[in-house]
């Protein structure tokens, strides 16, 4: 007779649920990092555009816009970085909500499994002891 947790099928939905916890959080973080990284080469480019020589006014004229552009694209980058940075946040605390709800029920499967065992464990002590006897007493 084979050990069958009666609440499996709960275990099964929860994993199923971790993952995708899981598997969304990391979405976030990689979304996070690419946003990091739109942030850098932002932040690169208006500080190259500041690197420029100029000669005359309207060679400053166009680094100032440069920079201008940059910098709202820098605020732009920013409060995006702050909105993934929240979303990851929240979906890390998603998925640790969904872990700790699927630890309760492993451990559930666990303490049913050594309940199991231990009464099989007494069934066959008790067979072999009926087996003894019947031996004996013949």
Not at 4 to 24: S, T
Not at 40 to 69: C, M, P, T, W
């Amino acid at each position: 007779m084979a050990f069958a947790f009666r609440l499996q099928k709960v275990l099964d939905y929860r994993q199923l649920l971790e993952e995708e916890a899981k598997q969304k959080y990391l979405d976030c973080k990689a979304a996070r990092l690419k946003q990091e990284a739109v942030l850098a080469h932002v932040r690169a480019e208006r500080s190259r555009s500041f690197e420029q020589r100029v000669s005359d006014v309207n060679g400053y004229l166009e680094i100032h816009a440069q920079a201008a552009k940059f910098g709202d694209d820098e605020v732009l980058a920013k409060l995006a970085l702050d909105v993934l940075c929240n979303e990851e946040d929240a979906a890390e605390e998603a998925w640790h909500a969904r872990r700790r709800d699927l630890e309760t029920l492993e451990k559930l499967r666990e303490q049913a499994k050594e309940e199991w065992d231990l009464e099989q464990s007494r069934r066959e002590q008790a067979e072999l002891d009926e087996w003894v006897v019947m031996r004996r007493s013949k």
